[in-house]
């Protein structure tokens, strides 16, 4: 008997751990472009205003949360959908994730950030 046969499958929980990288790397893209265009720093901080009491005082963080979360959730559904009766390596999604947290660690570290939004650094 194959001890494989009794597992169940795992794609739900990679499809959570996918989509949380993904949230985190859309903040920090949507972080970098805040500082390198003034009209997509405007347009975040409008999607924030849209639904968060008190989004004015804090300017374009808001949205660039809300964008977060919407990324995380949106992921999250679509690779659930996908992979919740597949049977993934965890290898390579642990490589996947660990390269995207890699990503957005790096384009969050002021010295690449400063260098990327030409702020020098």
Known sequence: MNPKTNLEKNGAAQAAVLSAMLGILTLAFVNLGTEISEKFKTMVHNIGKLWMPGAEGIGPYSGK???????????????HR???????????????FLVGIG???????????????????
Do not use: N
Not at 82 to 96: C, F, G, S, T
């Open 65 to 79: 949360e809300t964008l977060a979360l919407a990324a995380w959730l949106l992921s999250w559904y679509l690779l």
């Open 82 to 96: 996908w992979l919740r009766a597949k049977e993934l390596d965890h290898q390579w999604v642990l490589a996947i």
């Open 103 to 121: 990503c957005a660690t790096t384009l969050l570290w002021p010295p690449v950030f400063g260098m990327l939004a030409h702020h020098g650094g």
